[in-house]
């Protein structure tokens, strides 16, 4: 039997409000996406789970999350209407202006330094592109979260995702303030650090960073303890610039302090270069004509 153009159309609309409510775990966001009511979207899935007889989502009276059975749904035709959109997005590039929503969630320091300065040009030249910055210390998921890229030093990127690298060789750098240090003996070797107050950095909702060092081809790894926890690079500035203890970041968050002496630097031998910060993207992606701007901006053309 045919199915009418009728029926085709309000089955795809009935999935593509499932797929909408799956990833927002919210019917009023899902709602917002779509520019419907809840209760018409409570509708919606409602008659699909009735015509496929099957339930597809547990609603609580505080969130909403796919069933096993709405899971497989959804990772099954989910990336279809990506695909769809990217195509709708490509389609711009045939009148001659990109349009589209580009997504990247990354640190709020390579975001202000690097990320920000390179897009600021496209964005003038283009006002039909629009970028959601998501600042976040967390290894988000991007696929799962629904970004379109994500920024991480080079080796933490996941294998089976495209990197390009968009800035220099990165050094960690391991400081405090003078007045710590009066009070306190500089580390000599790594493991000193357990003798010290450290600034301690927690990754999304995760753990500890654990900081990573590197010598004569020897790696250490050592887990730090101190007064301080926080999530974000300025505040661990600031709290080293206080002298609540040793701080760890990449060296160039600190480097106009330690130049002007209000932080010193230690361990200095034992932080070499390496591959610094990457974009990354879902290697099945097809690139917009916006994501593909966004790409070339960010690329980084010095040396690696």
């Given amino acids: 039997m045919i199915r009418s153009p009728d029926v085709a159309r309000r089955n795809l609309n009935d999935l593509l409000a499932f797929v909408t409510v799956a990833r927002e775990g919210s019917f009023t966001r899902a709602a917002a996406v779509l520019g419907v009511t809840q209760s018409a979207l409570s509708q919606t899935i409602r008659a699909l789970e009735q015509r496929l007889d099957i339930r597809l989502l547990t609603r609580t009276t505080r969130s909403v999350a796919p069933t096993e059975a709405g899971e497989r749904l959804a990772q099954a035709i989910g990336h279809r209407f990506e695909e769809i959109e990217a195509e709708l997005d490509a389609l711009s590039a045939i009148r001659g202006e990109p349009t589209g929503t580009v997504r990247i969630t990354c640190a709020d320091h390579v975001l202000r330094t690097t990320i920000w300065p390179k897009l600021v040009p496209v964005l003038r030249e283009h006002p039909g592109i629009n970028v959601e910055f998501d600042v976040s210390y967390g290894l988000r998921d991007i696929v799962a979260d629904r970004f379109d890229a994500g920024v991480r030093l080079g080796e933490a990127v996941h294998k089976d995702m495209i990197a390009m690298p968009i800035g220099p060789k990165v050094r960690m750098a391991a400081v405090a303030s003078p007045a710590y240090f009066a009070a306190n003996p500089p580390p000599k070797t790594p493991r000193d650090l357990l003798q010290h107050r450290c600034i301690n950095q927690r990754q999304g909702a995760g753990g500890l960073y654990v900081w990573e060092f590197e010598r004569k081809g020897r790696e250490l790894e050592v887990r730090v303890e101190g007064q301080v926890i926080v999530n974000t690079s300025p505040l661990i500035v600031a709290a080293a610039l206080d002298g609540m203890g040793i701080a760890f970041l990449p060296e160039e968050e600190f480097a106009p302090h330690i130049e002007e002496g209000r932080l010193v630097r230690v361990l200095q031998d034992w932080c ?3 591959p610094g910060f990457h974009l990354y993207y879902p290697s099945r992606r ?3 004509p916006a994501f593909s701007l966004v790409l070339n ?8």
Wanted: no cysteine.
């Fill in 272 to 274: 070499p270069p390496f």
């Fill in 297 to 304: 901006a960010l690329r980084f053309r010095g040396e690696a």
């Fill in 286 to 288: 097809h690139p917009s």
